[in-house]
């Protein structure tokens, strides 16, 4: 099994930064993806971005293109994102998740791990 610890959440105002991380321990060599998603209170859990862990290869929402970016560091086993530009629409709480299906990685019952997730507030 894979266990994932997300890191980096907070309080920002509009058009402020943060960046979330994301450390994988376990058979994480094995696995497909690894994607961001978030839920807000009142909503289901959307993507957010994700990342191809052989390849590299990304991928994001619509609504966080051009201010998320996703990449990983495979020495660690850690993927990071990096959010800049935040909007009061960003507050939610992002959870890391580790895909092994070979499906569509923006699909959030593709994944078989979670982490806990970690807050983030943007304040108007």
């Known amino acids: 099994q894979v266990q994932l610890v997300e890191s980096g959440g907070g309080l920002v105002q509009a058009g402020g930064s943060l960046r979330l991380s994301c450390a994988a321990s376990?058979?994480?060599?094995?696995?497909?993806?690894m994607g961001w998603f978030r839920q807000a209170p009142g909503k289901e859990r959307e993507f957010v971005a994700v990342?191809?862990?052989?390849?590299?290869?990304?991928d994001y929402a619509d609504s966080v293109k051009g201010r998320f970016t996703v990449w990983r560091d495979n020495a660690k086993n850690t993927v990071y994102l990096q959010m800049n530009s935040l909007k009061p629409e960003d507050t939610a709480v992002y959870y890391c998740?580790?895909?092994?299906?070979?499906?569509?990685?923006?699909?959030?019952?593709?994944?078989?791990?979670w982490g806990q997730g970690t807050q983030v507030t943007v304040s108007s």
């Open positions: 376990g058979r994480a060599d094995s696995m497909y993806a």
């Open positions: 990342i191809i862990w052989s390849n590299g290869d990304t």
């Open positions: 998740g580790s895909n092994f299906k070979f499906l569509s990685a923006g699909t959030a019952a593709n994944y078989d791990y």
